[in-house]
């Protein structure tokens, strides 16, 4: 750090700040070996009354520690030094009494994730109205009108009844919104909230930002919000504190970061982020209405032998004491020798199951699936075995993918000892190579999967998968699980090895943004069935389905301003019945009669 | 609820069934009968000398074909009317479990109760003490009394407070001053067992987030420890005590025969001795029928405790997701996503 701390800090000139904190360090103490850790160590923030700071950085970072350290919710293990002063008082080193007045009434706070952060065996109701009663705000009566009204306010429909449910009845959305009504219901003036929907799928989360902008504005509620997630950042902050290592690097108002970042950690943060240029939704051409139906129009089917993996009609159906799940319905697909094709949808479209139909990792209820002309579903034993190299699978988990037990070269040479390709010694140089293919040093290669990052072992998985020279990879979600610099990195090795080799690609994944990147075509996906299947250009272009557009609009670029979205609208239209049309060579979309 | 219930009935049924048949077969291989041992005489197992009128019960008893036996045997255990014990002519299986199960019981309400007021705290405390000296003293001693038999707590007080101070009767069933030394004894392993189930459940709890969420509502840790973490973490707990008073109930025999209490441990063991047949396969599937009992009792607790439970009992929706909180989670030594690696590799599934 070379810069004096009071350059450091946003230069607003806002009034009295709401909270000022100023030379903060958290000291983590090992209770066995005594060992310490600095987690924070000079962190210096401004909260104006009604302003917003986004916190950014990548995992380990202190973000979340910074803030907790600041409500003194932190484990007995931390110790915290330095100055917090809110609405004038100091808040380290108050005591516990004093401290308890301003955790949930002054400063509220939002968590990731509302499943794990409200208590499963109580109802929203006592989760609401606690807090009421412990700070003397209200009797029982009225705290229970409060938090009805609570839930009210941050879009929950039906409070009166919803307020007796249990937090697990609620849909993830509506979890985390009520979490927010929990969080504001005490009228704090500042709310702290962490990474708040980043365990939600993207049109879910744009609605609840929204939410959390609306509260700003009605309210008045200053935000500190921590996120990894530089799109989300600007979308909702003005100011910007880019924290790494547990310090700041670099902390000014948001647009300034994005005019002209100085740090070079902020520039990599930048550069990492995927941005995405979002077509104007309100002024798109309808060209669904006078396509030809589909047998009208002339086929424009590649040449069938280019087509390395072909399925038709598709159908899983899982049964279980629940009843039946529909996961994947009537999914057509193919991918050609070299393409990569992108599968994007919200959790529960059924891209994950499509994953393991086309890999028979499951088998379908119904339809087919041939590779390189030749059936796969009745392959057995030797054939099936045989069909296994030429097809790999990459996971979103990659440690729970490695074999704990085994060391990362071992872990790479498993695929080649279980089809017995090449002596011990070939086997193992081949596993050297790969590592060094994706950038694992040869002197690390006898070390386990726990002793990697996360970058690293996706990548160690990735070696893995190609050591059989597989002719497709499926990789399911292979970044999400990343931090962005790093997710970046894994993404260009991708790309790359999937020129040199000339690979076909199946890529699943939630975000558009990073299908965008790798995809040569891209298939959007939703209750279990195809909505709109699009050369990547053509889908990004001239998005026609609903839900797709839908997917579009809750884009957050860095560079460019989000899509409008129309509030009044309803959920998008992601019906299976209609008929899967081809409006253009190439581009196809769900058509709804009516 | 009902229709849980009904299918919780069937299982326990078939279950019974079961238990009855590998016991009855298990009995049947084992070398020696009462004819055998009662033609010996007086043995190293004991007298097994008949009683008059022993002739009739082993005539009707352990000279017929095996199959019989258990029919005629399942016939009254249905009836509640297992006839005659080999050893015992006049007295019949069901009256013997009738007087000595009172005695058992009258030892495992106390027990269990003492075991529930001592481990709670103890566990309690060792879990907000983590790493503190109070946790790893209560952890190191309870270990350890873990690790001892239990009869030998049942010694030691014996040694104490009956020969060392002579306050407490040695041995026998004769008045309350009799239970205060075998409900000691009885309470100090499963004390040590749940105090450590406790610690390791609430500190499970104590790491969830809604702890944190709590505490930045404003919560005192005192308050949050009550109102959240310890109704959450006693839900498993359930799971626990449920099979502790069941044991306890059906008689320990070590501590009853050390102790000469005549309670349903003290029959058992004298009927395998003695290979008294009825006696045997009614107090096996007694206790079956206890611990099934106890085992159904514990569900409708956790429903009650969890409302995640409760919904999936009712089959309400939303059940897909309920999962017992806070139980230890089992590690099968593979995640889904290594096996499914190793199949997308080309390993078998195996």
């Known amino acids: ?594 | 609820m009902l229709g849980y219930m009904a299918r919780r009935l069937v299982r326990m049924v078939l279950s019974l069934v079961a238990v009855s048949l590998i016991t009855f077969v298990l009995l049947q291989m084992v070398p020696g009968s009462f004819s055998e041992l009662s033609n010996a005489g007086s043995t190293i197992y004991g007298d097994v000398g008949m009683v008059d009128g022993g002739e009739a019960a082993v005539n009707q008893g352990d000279q017929r074909p095996a199959w019989q036996q258990y029919l005629s045997f399942m016939k009254g255990l249905v009836t509640w009317d297992m006839g005659p014990t080999y050893k015992y002519p006049q007295a019949s299986v069901e009256e013997l479990i009738g007087e000595a199960f009172p005695v058992s019981l009258t030892l495992a309400i106390p027990a269990t109760l003492l075991t529930l007021v001592i481990a709670i705290p103890i566990g309690m405390l060792a879990a907000v003490k983590k790493d503190k000296l109070a946790d790893y003293g209560s952890l190191f001693t309870l270990t350890t009394i873990q690790a001892l038999p239990g009869y030998l707590f049942a010694l030691l007080l014996v040694l104490i407070f009956s020969v060392g101070l002579n306050v407490l009767p040695v041995r026998g069933w004769k008045g309350p001053e009799y239970m205060i030394i075998p409900v000691i004894a009885l309470a100090v392993q499963p004390t040590a067992v749940l105090a450590r189930y406790v610690r390791s459940s609430m500190l499970e709890a104590l790491r969830d987030e809604y702890v944190v969420a709590a505490l930045a509502k404003g919560g005192t840790q005192r308050t949050v420890l009550i109102r959240h973490v310890l109704r959450n973490s006693m839900i498993p707990l359930v799971t626990v005590v449920g099979p502790i008073f069941a044991g306890l109930a059906t008689g320990t025999v070590f501590v009853e025969v050390l102790l000469g209490i005549p309670g349903l441990g003290r029959l058992f063991s004298s009927a395998a001795r003695q290979r008294d047949m009825p006696l045997l396969m009614g107090a096996t599937m007694f206790f079956a029928i206890i611990l099934m009992v106890m085992n159904l009792l514990v569900d409708i607790a956790y429903g009650l405790l969890d409302p995640r439970i409760r919904l999936e009992q009712s089959g309400n929706k939303g059940s897909r997701r309920a999962k017992r909180p806070g139980q230890p989670k089992v590690s099968t030594g593979m995640s889904t996503d290594s096996t499914e690696t190793v199949v997308a590799i080309g390993g078998t599934r195996v």
């Open chain 1, 1 to 594: 750090m070379t810069a004096p701390v009071a350059d450091r800090i946003p230069t607003v000139e806002k009034g009295e700040p709401l909270l000022s904190v100023r030379d903060l360090k958290v000291t983590f103490t090992q209770p066995r070996s005594k060992k310490t850790s600095v987690v924070v160590d000079g962190f210096n923030l401004d909260i104006t009354p009604g302003s917003s700071v986004a916190v950014v950085g990548e995992s380990g970072s202190g973000k979340t520690v910074s803030m907790r350290a600041l409500m003194g919710v932190l484990p007995d293990t931390a110790t915290v030094t330095g100055s917090a002063v809110y609405e004038g008082k100091e808040l380290i080193g108050m005591p516990e009494n004093k401290l308890r007045r301003v955790r949930g009434a002054g400063i509220g706070m939002v968590f990731q994730n509302a499943m794990s952060a409200l208590n499963p065996t109580r109802t929203l109701k006592v989760q609401l109205t606690e807090h009421l009663k412990w700070h003397g705000i209200t009797n029982r009566a009225e705290a229970t009108r409060r938090a009805i009204e609570a839930l009210d306010r941050v879009g929950i429909p039906n409070p009166d009844t919803r307020i007796k449910m249990y937090p697990f009845q609620l849909s993830g959305g509506q979890r985390q919104r009520a979490m927010i009504a929990m969080a504001i219901v005490a009228g704090p003036k500042l709310l702290i909230a962490d990474e708040p929907t980043t365990a939600l799928d993207v049109t879910v989360q744009r609605q609840v930002l929204d939410l959390l902008k609306d509260l700003r504005r009605n309210e008045g509620l200053a935000l500190a919000m921590i996120t990894h997630d530089l799109g989300v950042a600007k979308y909702m902050c003005d100011d910007v504190v880019v924290m790494r290592y547990g310090e700041i690097v670099e902390a000014k108002s948001m647009q300034g970061l994005l005019d002209g970042a100085e740090h070079p950690y902020s520039n990599q943060l930048l550069d990492a982020a995927i941005d995405v240029v979002v077509p104007d939704l309100t002024n798109i051409a309808d060209i669904s209405s006078d396509a030809a139906p589909a047998d009208e129009v002339p086929e424009t089917e590649l040449d069938e032998s280019q087509m390395l993996v072909t399925a038709t009609d598709l159908e899983k159906i899982f049964r279980g004491r629940g009843g039946e799940v529909r996961a994947v319905t009537d999914v057509d697909i193919s991918i050609a020798r070299g393409e990569t094709v992108g599968v994007v949808g919200e959790s529960g479209s059924g891209k994950s199951t499509l994953a393991r139909l086309l890999t028979r990792l499951i088998e379908p209820t119904e339809g087919d699936v041939s590779f390189d002309g030749a059936d796969v579903l009745g392959l057995k034993s030797a054939g099936l075995k045989a069909w296994r190299r030429r097809v790999q699978m990459v996971f979103q988990n990659p440690y729970s993918s490695l074999l704990p037990h085994l060391t990362v070269v071992d872990n790479v040479l498993e695929p080649l000892r279980v089809h017995q390709v090449g002596t011990k010694e070939e086997q193992y140089h081949r596993a050297l190579d790969l590592l060094s293919l994706v950038g694992i040093p040869e002197d690390r290669a006898e070390n386990y999967p726990r002793q990697f990052s996360g970058g690293q072992q996706q990548r160690i998985a990735i070696a893995r998968a190609l050591s059989l020279e597989p002719e497709l990879l499926v990789c399911d979600e292979p970044t999400s699980a990343l931090d962005v610099s790093i997710q970046a990195q894994v993404l260009d090795l991708l790309e790359d090895l999937q020129e040199r080799l000339n690979l076909s690609m199946l890529f699943i994944t939630h975000n558009l943004a990073v299908a965008q990147r790798l995809s040569d075509r891209i298939i959007v996906m939703a209750n279990g069935t195809i909505m709109e299947s699009a050369p990547t250009d053509d889908l990004f272009g001239s998005p026609q389905h609903e839900y797709t557009q839908s997917l579009l609009s809750a884009i957050l670029p860095i560079r460019h301003d989000p899509a409008t979205v129309d509030e009044e609208a309803g959920p998008p239209r992601a019906s299976i019945d209609g008929e899967l049309t081809e409006v253009r060579p190439g581009h196809w979309v769900r058509v709804y009669q009516d």
